[in-house]
């Protein structure tokens, strides 16, 4: 009986920072954050020169590479 209620403590355990971290995800998706925990702030060069440029940002940030030259 030992075992079992420790294995239950350590699943709801995982199961509450599972839901933790995908509750944190959720929130700062809705408020529109492309890099959650990008130490830069959302002001990485990455998705500002879009904003800047005018351009569309799948255009501007992968950039198609011919590897068979």
Same mark, same amino acid.
């Given at each position: 009986m030992g075992a079992f209620l420790s294995d239950l403590i350590i699943v709801i355990i995982? *199961?509450?920072?599972?839901? *933790? *971290?995908?509750?944190? @995800?959720? %929130?700062? %998706? %809705?408020?529109?954050?492309? $890099? @959650?925990? $990008?130490?830069m702030a959302g002001k990485c060069p990455k998705h500002h020169a879009c904003a800047n440029a005018g351009t569309n940002c799948r255009d501007a940030q992968h950039k198609t590479v011919n590897l068979n030259k």
């Amino acid at each position: 009986m030992g075992a079992f209620l420790s294995d239950l403590i350590i699943v709801i355990i995982v *199961a509450g920072l599972v839901t *933790a *971290a995908s509750l944190y @995800i959720y %929130k700062e %998706k %809705k408020k529109g954050r492309h $890099c @959650i925990g $990008c130490p830069m702030a959302g002001k990485c060069p990455k998705h500002h020169a879009c904003a800047n440029a005018g351009t569309n940002c799948r255009d501007a940030q992968h950039k198609t590479v011919n590897l068979n030259k």
